[in-house]
């Protein structure tokens, strides 16, 4: 009932910036929040940023914060995830997801997830 698109990855070099999109349709709005992971190969999924639909809240995992910043359009249904000086452990999966609780750190509170999207961080 909730569907999400992400867009925008690609393959940069160490320092260089990308901006991630994540269209959402369906309910969306009964969510508590939308998330950003990442999934490296062989590694579980990683929380990343989370921001609500309703305020102003936002969170951010340590390893992103003061380079990546989370935000929204609620009219467009959009959420962002703008990413600056990208690394190469940067490199990974990135997924948006949709919470349906107060638990932005943990991902069995997201039951909806897009299907991805690949960034790519040279060295």
């Known amino acids: 009932q909730v569907q999400l698109v992400e867009s925008g990855g690609g393959l940069v070099q160490a320092g260089s910036s990308l901006r991630l999109s994540c269209a959402a349709s369906?309910?969306?709005?009964?969510?508590?929040?939308m998330g950003w992971f990442r999934q490296a190969p062989g590694k579980e999924r990683e929380f990343i940023a989370a921001?609500?639909?309703?305020?102003?809240?936002?969170y951010y995992a340590d390893s992103v914060k003061g380079r990546f910043t989370i935000s929204r359009d609620n009219a467009k249904n959009t959420v962002y995830l703008q990413m600056n000086s990208l690394k190469p452990e940067d490199t990974a999966v990135y997924y948006c997801?949709?919470?349906?609780?107060?638990?932005?750190?943990?991902?069995?509170?997201?039951?909806?997830w897009g299907q991805g999207t690949q960034v790519t961080v040279s060295s």
């Open positions: 369906g309910r969306t709005f009964s969510s508590s929040a």
């Open positions: 997801a949709a919470a349906y609780g107060p638990r932005w750190l943990v991902k069995e509170e997201y039951p909806y």
């Open positions: 921001i609500s639909w309703h305020g102003a809240s936002t």
